[in-house]
């Protein structure tokens, strides 16, 4: 499949990545399998938005809700993600790719923390894609964080309450710098952003694709990009602008 024209690639994509576990449960296998599959899909997906130009990629890949799973599947998962930052963090280096967590880091666990850290403290001077690990992450907690931020500096005196501005908040969320995403993506055909990007996404397009993550390649993703470059974006007016980063 032909790569789209440079001119069309979106800056920056963010992916929900679901269907694991259906993933693992069509073919009789544990819902590990697919979790460690999907591991596979994340590599690639990071080596095709590269290649085609996007200049950052946001990956779920852990909610704040999630901790509610079964907690030899939450065993599994983190073990995947230690396993990743140890195995591919030196390759995603020697690739240029920069490292950025976002999400909700107090309180994790203190095998997590220091490799989340580690990952971007090592590809903070990298100039390539920006690989964006949404761990521990809820939009709704994201925002009450920024608020809750905003709120200090009002009680403290350092600003007025009508200076808040919609810049501002961008500027107190985990995202801060990070140009809102131009497509949303979410695998398995499910058609929902599950408490993700929900400030940020106003106004991302959407694509909701059937594949399930496992099975998300460099095909897959280069049709979504396909599809993405048909869209025209208006962003609530006429004309289509350049740009759209509040915050950024």
């Given at each position: 499949?032909?790569?789209?024209?440079?001119?069309?690639?979106?800056?920056?994509?963010?992916?929900?990545?679901?269907?694991n576990?259906?993933?693992?449960?069509?073919?009789?296998?544990p819902?590990?399998?697919?979790?460690?599959?999907?591991?596979?899909?994340?590599?690639?997906?990071?080596?095709?938005?590269?290649?085609?130009?996007?200049?950052?990629?946001?990956l779920?890949?852990?909610?704040?809700?999630?901790?509610?799973?079964?907690?030899?599947?939450?065993?599994?998962?983190?073990?995947?993600?230690?396993?990743?930052?140890?195995?591919?963090?030196?390759?995603?280096?020697?690739?240029?790719?920069?490292?950025?967590v976002?999400?909700?880091?107090?309180?994790?666990?203190?095998?997590?923390?220091p490799?989340?850290l580690?990952a971007?403290?090592?590809?903070?001077?990298?100039?390539?894609?920006?690989?964006?690990?949404?761990?521990?992450?809820?939009?709704?907690?994201?925002?009450?964080?920024?608020?809750?931020?905003?709120?200090?500096?009002?009680?403290?005196?350092?600003?007025?309450?009508?200076?808040?501005?919609?810049?501002r908040?961008?500027?107190?969320?985990?995202?801060?710098?990070?140009?809102?995403?131009?497509?949303?993506?979410?695998?398995?055909?499910?058609?929902?952003?599950?408490?993700?990007?929900?400030?940020?996404?106003?106004?991302?397009?959407?694509?909701?694709?059937?594949?399930?993550?496992?099975?998300?390649?460099?095909?897959?993703?280069?049709?979504?990009?396909?599809?993405?470059?048909?869209?025209?974006?208006?962003?609530?007016?006429?004309?289509?602008?350049?740009t759209l980063?509040?915050?950024?």
């Amino acid at each position: 499949m032909s790569i789209p024209p440079l001119s069309n690639v979106p800056t920056h994509v963010a992916i929900i990545m679901d269907g694991n576990g259906r993933w693992a449960n069509k073919r009789g296998l544990p819902r590990t399998m697919g979790h460690r599959k999907g591991v596979e899909a994340v590599r690639e997906a990071v080596r095709t938005a590269g290649e085609v130009g996007v200049r950052y990629l946001t990956l779920f890949a852990f909610s704040s809700e999630n901790w509610t799973r079964p907690e030899d599947e939450i065993s599994d998962l983190m073990g995947l993600l230690k396993a990743f930052i140890r195995r591919d963090l030196a390759d995603l280096h020697r690739q240029n790719v920069r490292i950025r967590v976002i999400g909700d880091k107090t309180n994790l666990r203190s095998d997590i923390l220091p490799l989340l850290l580690e990952a971007e403290e090592t590809t903070r001077n990298n100039s390539g894609i920006t690989l964006v690990i949404a761990f521990n992450y809820g939009a709704r907690d994201e925002m009450a964080r920024a608020m809750r931020s905003l709120a200090v500096d009002v009680k403290e005196g350092r600003m007025l309450p009508e200076q808040i501005t919609p810049e501002r908040i961008a500027s107190r969320l985990d995202t801060a710098g990070i140009p809102d995403p131009d497509l949303v993506l979410r695998t398995s055909g499910e058609e929902r952003l599950s408490n993700f990007l929900l400030w940020q996404a106003a106004y991302s397009e959407l694509l909701f694709v059937p594949e399930l993550w496992p099975d998300f390649n460099r095909d897959s993703f280069l049709a979504a990009l396909e599809r993405y470059a048909t869209r025209e974006r208006r962003f609530g007016g006429l004309s289509k602008p350049a740009t759209l980063a509040v915050g950024s």
